[in-house]
């Protein structure tokens, strides 16, 4: 098994910038990659970024259009995304996400496990 948690949601105006992290525990030896994925209300979960543990290789969303960041410390386990120039559409809970996927994952069904979820909400 493999748990993850994430932090650093909340609120924040628009074109603003807030940073998640996701701490890993347990077998994440049996995990390849790591994805950030949100869900907004009444909307199906959607793909944002990912992140490869070795090499560090990253994927993103087309709408991210260089707005957010997905970075990692393999070592610690960690994951983070930076997220700048909010917008009020960006509001979602956002998901920490582990894979076995070796390449870029974007479906949720690719994910083995979840974390809670971190709500980030912005304000117009």
């Known amino acids: 098994q493999v748990q993850l948690v994430e932090s650093g949601g909340g609120l924040v105006q628009a074109g603003g910038s807030l940073r998640l992290s996701c701490a890993a525990s347990?077998?994440?030896?049996?995990?390849?990659?790591m994805g950030w994925f949100r869900q907004a209300p009444g909307k199906e979960r959607e793909f944002v970024a990912y992140?490869?543990?070795?090499?560090?290789?990253?994927y993103y969303a087309d709408f991210v259009k260089g707005r957010f960041t997905i970075s990692g410390d393999n070592a610690k386990k960690m994951v983070y995304l930076q997220l700048n120039s909010l917008k009020p559409e960006d509001t979602a809970v956002y998901f920490c996400?582990?894979?076995?996927?070796?390449?870029?994952?974007?479906?949720?069904?690719?994910?083995?496990?979840w974390g809670q979820g971190a709500q980030v909400t912005v304000s117009s």
């Open positions: 996400a582990a894979t076995r996927s070796v390449v870029a994952a974007t479906k949720v069904s690719l994910y083995d496990y």
């Open positions: 347990g077998r994440t030896f049996t995990t390849a990659g």
């Open positions: 992140i490869r543990w070795s090499g560090g290789s990253t």
